[in-house]
C-alpha cells in the first residue's frame, strides 16, 4: 500500500468509518484508577460492503485505529435491491431483536444511530428498522449484521430451488 500526501493509504479511501460507541474502562490499582478505552467501529464502501470492528488500548484514537483494522478484516458482501433490501428480515443477537423492512424509494434511513450507521456505510438508502429488547449498541450492530447477512438475492433462490424465478 502507497500513501497519498495526507498520508492516508490508497486502499483506505474507498472506505469510510463510523465510530457508534467508545467505552472507558477503570482498573483500581494502588497509585489510583487506570483507564482504557474500547471502540465499537463500522466501516463500508457504500456500495454493498460492511464490516465490524472492536478494539482496545489505552487511548482512545489507538483504540479506534484497532477497531477499524478489525472491521476491515471483518467485511462481508451485502445484497442489495436498488437502494432498498429485497425482503423483510428478523434478526437476533443476544436479546437484541432487530427487524429490517424494505420500503420506497425516498423513504429514506429510518432507524436508530447503531443500525443507522451499519446500513448507511453498507449503502442502503431506503429502509425502515425497528430494534425491541436491549438497545445495547454492541448487540444492536450484530443484530444489523446478522439480519444482513439473512438477506438472499433473487439469483441465490434460484440456485437453491433449481428454478427461474420471473
Not at 15 to 26: L, M, P, Q, S
Not at 119 to 130: F, N, P, Q, Y
Request: charged share 30%; aromatic share 4%; with cysteine.
Amino acid at each position: 500500500m502507497r500513501r497519498d500526501q495526507g498520508g492516508r493509504d490508497r486502499d483506505d479511501k474507498a472506505f469510510d468509518e463510523i465510530v457508534v460507541k467508545v467505552r472507558r474502562c477503570a482498573k483500581v490499582v494502588k497509585g489510583g484508577k487506570r483507564f482504557s478505552f474500547s471502540a465499537l467501529v463500522v466501516v463500508g464502501d457504500r456500495k454493498g460492503q460492511v464490516g465490524i470492528g472492536h478494539g482496545k488500548a489505552k487511548e482512545v484514537p489507538f483504540a479506534v485505529e484497532k477497531a477499524i483494522k478489525d472491521a476491515k478484516k471483518n467485511m462481508q458482501r451485502v445484497s442489495i435491491k436498488d437502494t432498498t433490501i429485497p425482503h423483510r428480515v428478523h434478526a437476533k443477537y443476544g436479546s437484541t431483536l432487530v427487524t429490517l423492512v424494505p420500503a420506497c424509494k425516498g423513504t429514506g434511513l429510518i432507524a436508530g444511530a447503531s443500525v443507522r450507521a451499519v446500513l448507511e456505510l453498507a449503502g442502503v438508502h431506503d429502509i425502515l428498522s425497528k430494534v425491541w429488547g436491549s438497545t445495547n449498541p454492541g448487540n444492536v450492530v450484530q443484530a444489523t449484521m446478522s439480519g444482513l447477512q439473512q438477506i438472499k438475492s433473487k439469483r441465490r433462490y434460484e440456485e437453491l430451488r433449481g428454478v427461474a424465478v420471473v
